[in-house]
Nanobody
Framework: EVRLMESGGGLVQAGESLRLSCVASGFVFDDYGMGWYRQAPGQENERDVISCISDEQKYYADSVKGRFTISSDDPKNTIYLQMNSLKPEDTAVYFC???????????????????WGQGTQVTVSS
């Protein structure tokens, strides 16, 4: 069973930073890329991909390029998202998921269906 545990969210002011962590289990971590997704207020059942990592490939959505950095600690089955220069529009619940990175795009793997974690809330005040 895929298990995903996100942490590190919080309430910060615009311009500040946060570092999110995601610990994954229930699948062979090295066989999959991993990604971060977010669900903004009012976007029920819709998660936007933010950043993904697979081997040496990294993907960033245009909205976070230059501000967010994804990294992975494979022995710990953990990925991180360093978020700098946070903006109010970054306010969302952030999720991680095994992902596919291909052709300059990224999407969640089918193995995460029904197994999304609780996410971690990030709130950025202006």
């Amino acid at each position: 069973e895929v298990r995903l545990m996100e942490s590190g969210g919080g309430l910060v002011q615009a311009g500040e930073s946060l570092r999110l962590s995601c610990v994954a289990s229930g699948f062979v971590f090295d066989d999959y890329g991993m990604g971060w997704y977010r669900q903004a207020p009012g976007q029920e059942n819709e998660r936007d991909v933010i950043s993904c990592i697979s081997d040496e490939q990294k993907y960033y959505a245009d909205s976070v390029k230059g501000r967010f950095t994804i990294s992975s600690d494979d022995p710990k089955n953990t990925i991180y998202l360093q978020m700098n220069s946070l903006k109010p529009e970054d306010t969302a619940v952030y999720f991680c998921a095994p992902s596919v990175v291909y052709g300059g795009q990224c999407w969640s793997s089918e193995i995460v269906a029904g197994s999304w974690g609780q996410g971690t809330q990030v709130t950025v005040s202006s």
